[in-house]
């Protein structure tokens, strides 16, 4: 495991995982590609709390793992299915 690798964010990445309230083997499976599709809960903890991504990175990230953005185009938010 490998909790000393500096993000992008400043944060280590058992920083990134304590503040996503996620297990931090997990989140360095996801990061090294060891383990893949997370699930859109995943994503949102660690992209809101873990990385302190905005809104629109947010949705990047969601769109990108085949996963509804939290807001649509033209900015109504979606229901929390």
């Known amino acids: 495991m490998t909790s ?3 993000l992008r964010n400043g944060k280590t990445q058992a920083q990134v995982a ?3 309230w996620l297990d931090e083997s ?3 499976r996801l990061l ?3 383990r893949d599709n997370p699930s ?8 809101s709390w873990g990385l302190g991504l ?3 990175e947010t949705d990047e990230l969601l769109v990108a ?7 649509l ?6 229901s929390s299915r």
């Open 4 to 6: 000393g690798r500096v």
């Open 18 to 20: 304590g503040d996503a």
């Open 26 to 28: 997990y989140v360095s």
């Open 32 to 34: 090294s590609g060891e």
């Open 40 to 47: 859109r809960d995943a994503l949102l903890l660690l992209a």
């Open 54 to 56: 905005a809104v629109e």
């Open 65 to 71: 793992a085949d996963y509804k953005p939290l807001i």
């Open 73 to 78: 185009a033209y900015g109504v938010a979606l």
